[in-house]
Nanobody, 123 residues
Framework: QVQLVESGGGLVQAGGSLRLSCAAS????????MGWFRQAPGKEREFVAG????????YYADSVKGRFIISRDNAKNAVYLQMNSLKPEDTAVYYC????????????????WGQGTQVTVSS
């Protein structure tokens, strides 16, 4: 089992940037595909981005494509989400998770969820 801990959230003005980190411990992290999701108040958890092992291929939700970048550092057991040109609608709790089916955008194909980190974008 992999344990995941997210960090790096905070309050930022629209147009600003944040970098989220997801630290992994437990079983060998580097063999897993990973993903980021987010959940805004009153809304369902939605897919944001995924990164593959080992090649590092990525895929994104249309709403963040061109603004967010997912990456991983297997030596540090970490996954990152660089968020640029932030908008108020990006406000949510952001979660990282292990991806069990590459290319999926469904929460049912992800597990080992972290506790989440709050991102708030002010207008």
């Amino acid at each position: 089992q992999v344990q995941l801990v997210e960090s790096g959230g905070g309050l930022v003005q629209a147009g600003g940037s944040l970098r989220l980190s997801c630290a992994a411990s437990g079983r060998t992290f580097s063999v897993y595909n990973m993903g980021w999701f987010r959940q805004a108040p009153g809304k369902e958890r939605e897919f944001v981005a995924g990164v593959r092992w080992p090649g590092g291929s990525t895929y994104y939700a249309d709403s963040v494509k061109g603004r967010f970048i997912i990456s991983r550092d297997n030596a540090k057991n970490a996954v990152y989400l660089q968020m640029n040109s932030l908008k108020p609608e990006d406000t949510a709790v952001y979660y990282c998770a292990v991806c069990r089916r590459w290319g999926s955008r469904s929460t049912t194909d992800f597990d080992s969820w972290g506790q989440g980190t709050q991102v708030t974008v002010s207008s």
